[in-house]
């Protein structure tokens, strides 16, 4: 026997190996910090470092802004054609309907925000870009008429980058279209809120989400006519900081205010109760 | 020199032009009858305009719709109208030169006509700033048509812009607005509108001018969502595929009418406006004139709920 002898433990048995998913982690795309995905997405992409409002999709903001278990989707069935026989068109749509979902470019329907019916609309960046052709068009058309008869508010949140060019001048009619129903809402005195989220630009801009009865901007969104590429093309110099930012838009008169996407249903909440002559809402919890 | 200026496919016609120049001149100088030479080459020009300007293929209408001799708004507002008079500013920061306005007399009856004004020179230019507004020419525009609304007089728009400008103050004093502003009153205006496009129709700086009762065409305009050369940008990244974009993106005349989204094409003269501009100013007259007479007829309310019928009615899709 040995003089000394080294009691040895017994090994623990190799933990099992843990499989991280390759999702399980997901980056700013603003400040990089990382951090679980879970936790961005409780968050709803708005980062907990820098405040960057990361994009999410439409049937998520719809769920943050109205009252849980409210929303009904409507004029879901609507669908997108090539009227102009465009080279790669349908292709384009044909993945994007796959990929992202039947909603097209915007998902419209009904739902509660603090207690009031509200006829709701959010584009879907993820589908080309949230382009507006001659679907996105029409549903917002029927959802501003379903508003008028109704007598109920209209909220659109507006993601884009302006008009579908594979549909040519049908696409740019459309904001004609958009505007010949907004104005018939304003005539009847119907509350409009317009949230213009990261970006909104070119005929999206310069048609209904520059409309509202109250504009409101997410922190930082890039909101402007002209694309900032085709701008410093066009003047030959650098732009300035914060340029067609939301921030930069509030101090040039054309928002409201800005408000974060964690506070977007409170706001609309109170600004509706108050448009419409209702008491404020007691919040509990 | 803009007078002098030829596209290429117009190359023929100006060398046989100049081919009968140079037989009258002969003929003066030596006092000779050239007259029976010269009619048949006057018959062969006739005939290669008709054949070139009948044949142009998508980008070479859009070259014509830019022809730095084709008539612009002021052409049309001097030939077409009578009593024209100024009326400038937005009255809340400057009066925008890219757009001229004021009231005139088509016919005898009162207009507010509104016009996109390009330059025909440099110096033009800088002034007029390419027929490419920013938000105070709209606003201006926008003023002038509220004050038309009050007197009951009906508005004549022209159109003919590459765009709204994309420049820095544009977006500081909010271009998208002004644009989205114009549609949303234009929708409900109580008072005939008439658009007619006259050189480019450039997207959402154009459709400010023309959320309309009727939207006329001339033959050789355009009127799209984006420039051919944009387009072919973005979707091939080559701005040199210019010529399959402006075929895809049906911007000519004739294939807006299909779509519905233009009612009346006006004829040019043969070999295009620039050719003969004040037969161009007589054939718009005699347009607006008619779109103006039935329209007059229409109670207001009609007019407006025929309006918003027309553009709700644009666009394609299925449902279900």
């Not at chain 1, 409507?74 to 979902?101: E, H, I, M, Q, W």
């Not at chain 2, 500013?89 to 925008?96: I, L, V």
């Amino acid at each position: 026997m040995a003089w000394f002898r080294k009691e040895r433990k017994e090994r623990p048995p190799p933990r099992e190996k843990l499989e991280i998913p390759q999702d399980a982690w997901d980056k700013c795309s603003s400040c990089g910090t990382v951090d679980l995905t879970d936790k961005f997405e409780r968050s709803h992409m708005v980062c907990h470092n820098c405040g960057h409002h990361g994009k999410i999709p439409a049937g998520t903001y719809i769920e943050l802004i109205t009252d849980p278990g409210t929303f009904t989707e409507l004029f879901g069935d609507l669908t997108s054609v090539d009227p102009l026989g465009f080279d790669g068109y349908p292709d384009k749509l044909a993945r994007a309907y796959n990929k992202v979902g039947k909603q097209d470019a915007i998902l419209t329907g009904v739902g509660d925000i603090h207690g009031v019916t509200t006829c709701i609309g959010a584009m879907e960046f993820a589908f080309m870009g949230g382009s507006m052709g001659s679907v996105v068009g029409e549903k917002i058309a029927r959802l501003a008429r379903k508003a008028l008869e109704d007598r109920a508010p209209l909220v659109l949140v507006s993601t884009s980058g302006g008009a579908r060019m594979q549909e040519g001048v049908l696409s740019l009619m459309q904001l004609a279209k958009t505007s010949a129903m907004i104005a018939a809402l304003k005539e009847e005195g119907i509350p409009f809120i317009s949230v213009l989220t990261n970006p909104t630009t070119g005929g999206v801009s310069a048609s209904y989400a520059m409309q509202g009865d109250v504009n409101i901007g997410e922190p930082k969104a890039v909101i402007g006519f002209a694309g900032a590429r085709v701008i410093k093309q066009t003047i030959g110099q650098d732009l300035p900081d914060g340029f067609q930012r939301s921030e930069f838009l509030l101090e040039h008169g054309m928002l409201d205010m800005v408000v974060s996407r964690l506070e977007m249903k409170d706001t609309l909440g109170r600004l509706l109760r108050m448009m419409l002559g209702k008491e404020a809402l007691e919040l509990t919890g | 020199m803009a007078s002098n200026f030829q596209l290429d496919f117009e190359q023929p016609i100006v060398e046989l032009e100049r081919q009968i120049e140079g037989l009258r001149k002969l003929a003066d100088e030596r006092e000779m009858d050239v007259d029976r030479e010269v009619g048949p080459l006057k018959d062969k020009l006739s005939e290669l305009r008709s054949e070139i300007y009948e044949n142009l293929d998508p980008f070479q209408r859009v070259q014509v719709a830019r022809h730095p001799r084709r008539p612009y708004s002021l052409d049309y507002i001097n030939e077409a109208f009578t009593d024209f008079i100024e009326l400038r500013g937005d009255r809340q920061f400057r009066d925008d030169p890219a757009i001229v306005a004021g009231l005139a007399r088509l016919d005898g009856h009162t207009v507010m006509v509104i016009g996109q004004q390009k330059g025909r020179n440099t110096k033009e230019n800088l002034k007029r700033n390419f027929g490419m507004a920013h938000p105070e020419g709209y606003r201006k525009a926008l003023r002038l048509m509220l004050v038309a609304e009050r007197m009951k007089i009906p508005v004549v728009t022209l159109v003919d812009t590459a765009g709204a400008y994309p420049g820095l103050g544009a977006e500081e004093r909010g271009q998208a607005e002004a644009i989205a502003r114009n549609l949303e009153v234009m929708a409900r205006l109580r008072t005939p509108i008439v658009a007619t496009i006259i050189g480019e129709g450039g997207s959402g700086g154009a459709l400010a001018l023309a959320l309309a009762d009727r939207v006329l065409m001339l033959e050789n305009s355009i009127y799209s969502v984006i420039t051919p050369e944009g387009c072919a940008a973005i979707l091939w990244n080559d701005a040199t595929k210019k010529a399959r974009a402006a075929e895809a993106l049906k911007i000519t005349a004739p294939s807006l009418l299909e779509l519905g989204v233009i009612d009346e094409i006006i004829k040019e003269p043969l070999g295009a406006a620039h050719n003969d501009p004040s037969a161009t100013a007589v054939a718009l007259k005699k347009s607006l004139s008619k779109h103006l007479s039935s329209l007059r007829k229409l109670k207001t309310d009609k007019l407006l709920a025929r309006r918003a019928e027309k553009f709700l009615a644009m666009g394609k899709f299925t449902d279900g």
